[in-house]
C-alpha cells in the first residue's frame, strides 16, 4: 500500500496552489480513498482536488462519492465534464444515482448522456426499483460454444474492455440464450486448442432481471460466486451483477432489518440525510401504534385499583415485573428471527424451539425470581419497607416472575413464526411488540398471583 | 439452471437402489445444491448419496456441509476415502473445520493428513481464532515483474490450478515481498508481448494476517474487490483471501451485532446447535444485569409511595410511562448504534445528534402526551375512573409523557457514543440498557411532575 499523504498535506498543497505536484500525487491513489480524502475537504478546496484528476481516476473516483458530492459536481463542472463523466460511469452505479433522483434532476442527467448511453440507462431504469435488472451491467463477455479457448482469449482482448467483470464469461446460443457460466480459471488452465463446449458443465446459476434484489443476496451467498448472469423470462442472456453491489445490497438490506427490529419503520436514506419530518413520521408511526398497546395497561391497571389501595406495595414492583418480561421477551426474539433470516431454522420447527424456550424460559425465570425474593427478604430483615407480610409479598413477586420471564419467552419465541406464517416479515417491530404484549398480560399474572397468595391477609375483603 | 429432481425422486432411486442413475443425476448438480439435499435425507439416504458422487464434486460438496454432517463422514467413511476429502478441501475450508473442533479431535483429524498438507494446516491454525491467517488460503499465482502478459499465462496455465482464486495475481519481488495486484482483466486486455512491470498500477490494498478478521470485512466493502492479499510484519505475501469467506464473516458479524443488541452475549453457534446450558449462560449474565438495574425502580417507586397511597389513579398510567420513554429510549439507540456502525456518523458528530434528537423527541413526546391527554378526557367523559381531578392527572400524565420521550431519545442516541468514547461496542444491550434507564429516571419525572401539577389537590398533604 502507498504511503499516503495526510488530509493537512493535501491541505497545504491546495493552499499553496501547488497543483502539479497534487495531481502527480493523487492521481497514484485508489479511488476509494480519493473519495474518502475529498468526502473530507472543504468546497472549495474539494472543486480543486477533484480537478487535478485525470484519465480513468477520476469517473472512477466520481462513482465512490456520496449523493449530494455527485450532484454537486454535475451541477459545478462545465457541462462538457459533467456529461464525461456520466457516460464514463459503470451503468450500475449510474442506475443507482438516477434511481435516487427526482424524475426532473434524472431526466437532466439522461440528457448529458451520448444517445447510446441513454437508451441503455433508460431501460435499466424501467425494472422496478427493487428489481435485480437495476443492479446489472449490459456489459459482459457472451461467447459461442465451437470457439477454441485461444479465440476467446483473443475476443476478450479485444472486446473485454468495457465489461464489467472479466472473472466470468458466458456461453450463448445463436439466440443469445445462457447456456452456461464459465470461470475464468477454467479458460486460463485449459489448453489453447480446447473448445469452449469441451470445458463447459452446463452447471449455472442464473438470477431473472426481474427478481427481488433480495433474492441476489441468498443466491451469491448460497453459491460463492462472484457475478451472477441475469436472464429476462425467455432465457436470454441481458446482463450481469457482481459481488460488490450484491454487499451493498446486503448491507442495506440488515440495516432495515435492524431498524425494523428496533421498532421503527426502516430509512431508505442514512440517518444523517434523511429530512427531519421523514424520520419523525417513521419513527411516529409505530410509537403511536406501541403506544396504543401500552394504553392498556393503564386499563389492566384499573381493574386492579382496589388491590392496589389495599397494598401499595404491590405498586412498587410493577416496573421491576414488567421489564423483566420485556427482556426476556426481546432476548428470545431476538433469537429468533436472526434465526429465521438465516434459514437456521423454519416454520415447521415451532415446535421444537417452543419446548426449548420453556425450559429456557423456566430456567430464566427461576434465576431472577430467586434474586427478586432475596431482595425483598433482605431489605425486610433491615427496615419495614414491606410491611408485616413481606414473605408473602416476597413469595408473590418471584412466583410471578417466574411466570412472566417463562411468558415473555415464549411470546417473545413463538410471535416471529406467527409473523412469518402470516406473510410477514418476522423483523417488524417484533421486540417491543413482544415487550407491550408482555406488559398487559404480566400485569394480570402479577395481580392474579397476587390475589392467590395475599388473599387471606393484604388483600383481605 | 438444471431442472432438479426433487427429494422425493430422489429417495425413490436410493430406495430402489438404483444408484447408477443416482451417480449420473447427482453428480450433474452444484455442490451446494448437493450439500441442502444432503442436510434433508436422512442419515442411511446421506451415506448412500454421498458415496455415490465422484471426482471433484464429493470434496467441492463436503465442503458445503454443516460441521455436524461433515464429522459424522469423517467417523464413518473408510479411513482412506476421508483422509482424501480433508486432502482435498481448500486451506480455508479446512481451517474453519479445524477450529470448530476441540483440540483432540482436530488433532485426530490432523494426523489424516499428508505430510505437507498437516504443515499447512498447523500454520495457518497458530493463527489467533479472529486473525486473517485463519480465513487465507496460501495458494495464489505470484509472477515476476519482468515476466511477458505470455509467460503469465503460460505459468497460470501450469501451475495455477491449485490457487483458490485466479481473478486477482501477484507481483512478488526476489524476497517474495509483494509489489502490486493484478487484476485479471489487465492481463487478459494487455498484448501478449507487454511485461508485467507495465501494466502494473503499484496501488494495492493489503491485509495483515494478524489482522481482525472483521477488518477485512471493511476493506473488502471500501475498495470493491473480490480478493485481497495478506501479507505478515515482513510485507512477504502469505496468502490471499477471497470475497465468498467475508460474507461468511460479514454474515457472522451481523448476527453477533444483532444479538448483543437485542440484550444477550453473542452466541458462537447457530441458536439451533449451541448446547442448552451455554445458551442459558449468556442470556441469563445479561438479564441479571437489567434485573440489578430494574430493582432500582422498586426503590424508586419506594419513594412515591406515600403520593400513591393519596393517589392511587397515579399507579394506573406507571407502565404506560416507562414504556414509552423505552421505546422511545429503542429506537433512538437503534438508529444511531447502526449509523456508528455503518461510519455514517462519528464520535465528534455527537453534538449535532443532540440537537436532532432534542427536537425529534420533542416532537414524538407532543404527539404521544396529545393522545394521552384524549384518552385521559374521553373515558372521563362517560366514567368517573380517574375522579374528580381528572384533568390535572391528564396534565400530569400527558406533559410526564413528553418529558420521558424526550428523556428516552436523548438517552437513547447519547449512550452508543459513550460507549463507543470508552471503547466499549455501542451495540452492547444498548436498547435494553437504555429501557433500565429510562425507566428508573421516568419513575422520578413522573412523580416529580405529579408533585407539581397534584400538590394542592390530590396530594395534598
New interface residues.
Given amino acids: 500500500?502507498?504511503a499516503h499523504l495526510a488530509l493537512p498535506e493535501v491541505r497545504e498543497l491546495i493552499d499553496n496552489k501547488d497543483l502539479a505536484t497534487l495531481s502527480e500525487i493523487l492521481n497514484?491513489?485508489?479511488p476509494?480513498d480519493l473519495a474518502?480524502l475529498l468526502h473530507g475537504l472543504r468546497l472549495d478546496e474539494q472543486d480543486l482536488a477533484f480537478r487535478v484528476l485525470t484519465g480513468r481516476v477520476r469517473p472512477q473516483t466520481f462513482a465512490y462519492l456520496d449523493l449530494d458530492t455527485q450532484l454537486r459536481f454535475l451541477k459545478t463542472l462545465p457541462p462538457e465534464e459533467a456529461s464525461a463523466l456520466l457516460n464514463e460511469m459503470a451503468d450500475d452505479d449510474r442506475t443507482s444515482l438516477l434511481s435516487e433522483l427526482p424524475t426532473a434532476s434524472a431526466n437532466q442527467i439522461l440528457a448529458m448522456l451520448s444517445p447510446e448511453q441513454r437508451t441503455l440507462a433508460r431501460k435499466l431504469l424501467d425494472y422496478a426499483p427493487d428489481a435485480i435488472g437495476r443492479h446489472m451491467t449490459p456489459h459482459f463477455v457472451a461467447v459461442k460454444r465451437e470457439w477454441t479457448v485461444q479465440r476467446v482469449?483473443e475476443f476478450?482482448?479485444t472486446h473485454?474492455?468495457d465489461?464489467e467483470?472479466?472473472?466470468v464469461i458466458y456461453v450463448v446460443d445463436e439466440n443469445h440464450k445462457l447456456i452456461d457460466d464459465i470461470?475464468?480459471?477454467e479458460i486460463?488452465?485449459?489448453?489453447p486448442q480446447k473448445t469452449v463446449s469441451e470445458i463447459m458443465n452446463?452447471?449455472?446459476?442464473?438470477l431473472q432481471d426481474t427478481d427481488d434484489k433480495r433474492t441476489g443476496v441468498e443466491v451469491?451467498?448460497?453459491?460463492?460466486r462472484?457475478a451472477l448472469p441475469v436472464v429476462n423470462r425467455d432465457g436470454i442472456l441481458v446482463g450481469v451483477v457482481t459481488?460488490?453491489d450484491v454487499?451493498d445490497i446486503?448491507?442495506q438490506a440488515?440495516?432495515q432489518?435492524?431498524?425494523k427490529?428496533?421498532?421503527?419503520e426502516a430509512?431508505e436514506e442514512?440517518?444523517?440525510t434523511t429530512p427531519?419530518w421523514t424520520?419523525?413520521k417513521k419513527?411516529?408511526s409505530?410509537?403511536?401504534v406501541?403506544?396504543?398497546g401500552?394504553?392498556l395497561?393503564?386499563t389492566a391497571?384499573?381493574f386492579f385499583?382496589k388491590e392496589?389501595?389495599k397494598a401499595?406495595?404491590l405498586?412498587?414492583?410493577?416496573?421491576?415485573i414488567?421489564?423483566?418480561g420485556?427482556?426476556?421477551g426481546?432476548?428470545a426474539?431476538?433469537?429468533?428471527v436472526?434465526?429465521l433470516a438465516?434459514g437456521?431454522?423454519r416454520l415447521r420447527?415451532w415446535w421444537k424451539v417452543l419446548g426449548?424456550e420453556l425450559?429456557?424460559g423456566f430456567?430464566?425465570g427461576v434465576?431472577?425470581g430467586s434474586?427478586?425474593f432475596l431482595?425483598i427478604t433482605l431489605w425486610s430483615a433491615f427496615s419495614t419497607?414491606y410491611g408485616e407480610h413481606w414473605l408473602l409479598v416476597a413469595i408473590t413477586v418471584s412466583s410471578s416472575l417466574v411466570g412472566i420471564?417463562m411468558w415473555g419467552t415464549i411470546a417473545g419465541s413463538m410471535l416471529p413464526f406467527l409473523l412469518k406464517k402470516a406473510g410477514a416479515d418476522p423483523a417488524t417491530s417484533s421486540?417491543?411488540f413482544v415487550?407491550?404484549l408482555v406488559?398487559v398480560t404480566g400485569?394480570v399474572i402479577y395481580f392474579s398471583m397476587a390475589w392467590l397468595v395475599l388473599r387471606g391477609t393484604l388483600l383481605q375483603e
Fill in positions: 500500500m502507498h497514484e491513489w485508489l476509494a474518502s482469449l476478450i482482448r473485454g474492455i465489461s467483470t472479466l472473472n470461470r475464468i480459471r486460463l488452465l485449459a489448453p452446463r452447471q449455472f446459476v442464473t451469491f451467498k448460497k453459491y460463492d462472484t459481488i460488490d454487499m446486503a448491507e440488515a440495516t432489518e435492524i431498524q427490529f428496533g421498532g421503527l430509512l442514512p440517518y444523517v427531519f424520520m419523525v419513527r411516529a409505530w410509537l403511536v406501541l403506544f396504543f401500552e394504553l395497561t393503564a391497571m384499573g385499583e392496589i389501595e401499595v406495595v405498586a412498587l414492583f410493577v416496573p421491576l414488567i421489564s423483566s420485556g427482556n426476556s426481546s432476548q426474539a431476538t433469537l429468533i436472526r434465526a438465516l437456521e431454522i420447527d426449548r425450559s429456557s430456567v430464566l434465576i431472577l434474586i427478586g431482595r419497607a420471564v421486540a417491543p415487550a407491550t406488559d400485569l
